[in-house]
């Protein structure tokens, strides 16, 4: 009996870990995730995301539209609000404790903003085995990828035209080949 009550004891503490060490992943940031997903061989996921607006939506937040935007809505200053950072960066909305050294803000909605914190995924033997990846983070995106993308591209936005998921999907969608 107290084998079996050791054994469950272990187990549950082995369950505990694991599942707290993954509510716990980092976000390592894009110069992290791009080192390995460069190039034609890696289905230039490196070159789709650097020329999308996805790379520049926290700078976007920094020009005289913005600020001009901002000020109507009574937002002293858009590139610190968490408002707007919700959608343009993941870095203002995200407990600090949860962002690596690496980690930086400025680079706009990148890899983990849409795929999740990477800390446990990031290794190449993970990401070869997407199950094993999702089991540790990797988003994989349970409701569609239209609804996940729609959570930003929205009316919500003071500056939202209308969105054209399959026609903006197409730009910045990256498979491995």
């Given at each position: 009996m107290r084998k079996l009550t050791g054994g469950l004891v272990l187990l549950?503490?082995?369950?505990l870990l694991t599942f707290?060490?993954?509510a716990q992943n980092k976000y390592v940031g894009t110069k992290t995730c791009i080192m390995c997903h460069k190039g034609a061989a890696k289905g230039a996921m490196d070159e789709i995301w650097l020329k999308s607006k996805h790379a520049n939506a926290y700078k976007v937040l920094t020009e005289a539209k913005a600020l001009e935007i901002a000020k109507a809505k009574g937002i002293a200053n858009p590139?610190?609000?968490?408002?707007?950072?919700?959608?343009?960066t993941l870095g203002?909305?995200?407990d600090a404790?949860?962002?690596d050294a690496k980690f930086d803000m400025k680079q706009g909605v990148q890899c983990e903003t849409c795929h999740g914190?990477?800390?446990a995924y990031k290794s190449a033997t993970v990401m070869k085995n997407k199950e094993e990846a999702v089991k540790k983070g990797l988003n994989a995106f349970?409701?569609?990828?239209?609804?996940f993308c729609r959570g930003c591209h929205n009316e919500k936005s003071p500056s939202f035209k209308e969105f054209k998921f399959a026609e903006m999907f197409d730009k910045i969608k990256h498979k491995k080949p």
């Amino acid at each position: 009996m107290r084998k079996l009550t050791g054994g469950l004891v272990l187990l549950m503490a082995l369950f505990l870990l694991t599942f707290t060490a993954q509510a716990q992943n980092k976000y390592v940031g894009t110069k992290t995730c791009i080192m390995c997903h460069k190039g034609a061989a890696k289905g230039a996921m490196d070159e789709i995301w650097l020329k999308s607006k996805h790379a520049n939506a926290y700078k976007v937040l920094t020009e005289a539209k913005a600020l001009e935007i901002a000020k109507a809505k009574g937002i002293a200053n858009p590139a610190e609000s968490k408002e707007c950072n919700e959608c343009h960066t993941l870095g203002k909305t995200v407990d600090a404790s949860l962002l690596d050294a690496k980690f930086d803000m400025k680079q706009g909605v990148q890899c983990e903003t849409c795929h999740g914190a990477g800390s446990a995924y990031k290794s190449a033997t993970v990401m070869k085995n997407k199950e094993e990846a999702v089991k540790k983070g990797l988003n994989a995106f349970e409701g569609g990828v239209e609804k996940f993308c729609r959570g930003c591209h929205n009316e919500k936005s003071p500056s939202f035209k209308e969105f054209k998921f399959a026609e903006m999907f197409d730009k910045i969608k990256h498979k491995k080949p």
